[in-house]
């Protein structure tokens, strides 16, 4: 299989030279410089964000990140053993899905933990709750393990159950959480 080639474009007054490279190839092993002072970074080439501008590479003990910016030159290394690293690197399709679908849902949990026109308060406490029980948002209401609702002002006078011993525990959790952020302000 053949590698996909990144094109790596230098900031203006970079150093160009006969040495230095325009382009590397996924999994590559290249040294980069970035100042005359600077150790350079070596690594496999993971990938190029052109949108931000980060090179990412994949180093024997180490991952670094890069801006473009303040690249002056890349150099290959082309030995057996920086090609057998390289070749160790590769991702099967059925690998990539399943970190594709685990970061969808790590993305989707992210999105329904932020409530929408919710106080910074509520906002708080939704977040501090759901560290230690499951809880979600039901527009501006806080549900807590299904059975427990908290209305906004998001304080135990606001909250409501028919499962008496679970509302009472969730009162003194949030009195407890409205005691933290006031010592935070």
Aim: with cysteine; proline share 4%.
């Amino acid at each position: 299989m053949a590698a996909t080639e990144i094109w790596v474009e230098f900031p203006r007054g970079a150093s160009t030279d006969a040495q230095s490279l325009a382009k590397a190839t996924l999994g590559s092993w290249i040294r980069v410089f970035t100042n005359a002072d600077a150790t350079p970074l070596e690594g496999s080439v993971f990938t190029l964000d052109p949108v931000s501008g980060f090179l990412v590479l994949d180093g024997h003990t180490s991952t670094h990140l890069v801006h473009t910016d303040a690249i002056t030159r890349i150099e290959a290394m082309d030995t057996q053993a920086e090609i057998a690293h390289a070749h160790n690197l590769r991702v099967s399709e059925d690998e990539l899905r399943k970190l594709e679908e685990r970061t969808r849902l790590q993305a989707e949990k992210a999105i329904a933990s932020i409530g929408k026109n919710v106080s910074p308060t509520g906002q708080a406490i939704f977040d501090a709750l759901s560290k230690t029980m499951p809880c979600e948002w039901q527009e501006q209401t806080i549900r807590v393990m299904h059975e427990v609702e908290i209305l906004p002002p998001y304080t135990a006078a606001s909250c409501r159950s028919n499962n008496k011993a679970m509302l009472d525990r969730i009162k003194k959790v949030l009195d407890g959480e409205h005691r933290k952020l006031r010592l935070k302000q």
